[in-house]
């Protein structure tokens, strides 16, 4: 069974540009989460997706967004770059609907590591 | 707003050394994930625990839901071992991270 698929892997974006993420979550998951990695601040909760509707969402401002189509894969979006975007973008995938972590366990995908130069 | 504290940040072991690793958790935090994470940035999910004790392999996680705390144990440690550790709290704010254990094991 394939993992949870990030891509792209690495990508170099300019301030003030945007940026669009991709998850492919695990086969008949259906819940998708994202996470911020980054040294200063750890990991930190973005949103979660649960049938195409955002059902949590963390303390990011509204540069930050996302969705999730009919078939369960994850877009994120960073409008308006800054410099302090720069992290490893984690997604994960769970399989039961409650929220994730609370009851299912997550599956991470490699992350995205984003560059804002 | 969950809350995850997590020690020590770093720890150096021999190879052989029996590791602990500990986490406490607020209020508000129903299950107790442990994470691993290599050099490179994947996650793994090593144990879901919401009471008890669970085993894989070398690797031992207990809960103790009265004192809010959870414990990560490695047994009979490997320099393949070294990695972040990361425990995270599940709750109605999604997932609560710590800043992660870096553990290094030395042969």
């Known amino acids: 069974k394939a993992g949870v698929t990030q891509t792209p892997r690495y990508l170099i974006k300019t301030r003030g540009q945007q940026v669009t993420l991709s998850c492919s979550p695990i086969s008949g998951h259906r819940s998708v989460s994202w996470y911020q990695q980054t040294p200063g601040q750890g990991l930190q909760f973005l949103f979660e997706?649960?049938?195409?509707?955002?059902?949590n969402k963390g303390n990011f401002p509204g540069r930050f967004s996302g969705r999730q189509f009919s078939n369960s894969r994850s877009e994120m979006n960073v409008s308006t770059l800054e410099l302090g975007d720069s992290a490893l973008y984690l997604c994960?995938?769970?399989?039961?609907?409650?929220?994730?972590?609370?009851?299912?366990?997550?599956?991470f995908g490699q992350g995205t590591r984003l560059t804002v130069v | 707003k969950n809350e995850v504290e997590q020690s020590p940040q770093n720890l150096t072991a021999q190879e052989g050394e029996f590791i602990t690793i500990n986490c406490s958790y607020s209020v508000g935090i129903s299950a107790l994930h442990w994470l691993q994470q290599h050099p490179g940035g994947g996650i793994v999910s090593l144990f879901m625990l919401s009471s008890g004790k669970k085993k894989h392999g070398r690797l031992i996680a207990t809960i103790n839901i009265q004192e809010k705390h959870s414990s990560l144990h490695i047994t009979a440690s490997h320099p393949r071992d070294s990695a972040v550790y990361i425990c995270a709290g599940g709750g109605a704010d999604g997932l609560t991270f710590g800043k992660g254990t870096h553990l290094i094991i030395q042969p």
């Open positions: 997706y649960f049938s195409e509707t955002q059902r």
């Open positions: 994960a995938s769970s399989r039961r609907g409650g929220l994730v972590g609370q009851n299912t366990e997550a599956f």
